[in-house]
Nanobody, 124 residues
Framework: VQLQASGGGLVQSGGSLRLSCTAS????????MGWYRQAPGKQRELVATTASGSTNYADSVKGRFTISRDNAKNTVYLQMNSLKPEDTAVYYCNVDGLTYYRRDDVPVAVKDYWGQGTQVTVSS
């Protein structure tokens, strides 16, 4: 199973970016999906999550970021508007509760599954 994130880049303050993360492989079930970020010298922090139709946002991004999900495509999106320099970080996709088939067709359940990060840089 892979979580492939894309959409990061360099943008000016006030600009927008849209991140995407797609889970691929022999997936049986996906639970919650979300985005976290880690700035240099700081701990990884929650940005936004979505599960069972509900969403949760960090206070710092409320009103500016929107998380959405396409279950048919196993994809989660993060629309980021009004970006600020303090949003600069590596953004990571996360699945909270993933069940997939191993090569021997045995189902495996994983609590936390992470994708590779995508860099978001906001210039002032």
């Amino acid at each position: 199973v892979q979580l492939q994130a894309s959409g990061g880049g360099l943008v000016q303050s006030g600009g927008s970016l849209r991140l995407s993360c797609t889970a691929s492989g022999r997936i049986l079930n996906i639970g919650g999906m979300g985005w976290y970020r880690q700035a240099p010298g700081k701990q990884r922090e929650l940005v936004a999550t979505t599960a069972s139709g509900s969403t949760n946002y960090a206070d710092s991004v409320k009103g500016r970021f929107t998380i959405s999900r396409d279950n048919a495509k196993n994809t989660v999106y993060l629309q980021m508007n009004s970006l600020k320099p303090e949003d600069t970080a590596v953004y990571y996709c996360n699945v909270d509760g993933l069940t997939y088939y191993r090569r021997d067709d045995v189902p495996v359940a994983v609590k936390d599954y992470w994708g590779q990060g995508t860099q978001v840089t906001v210039s002032s």
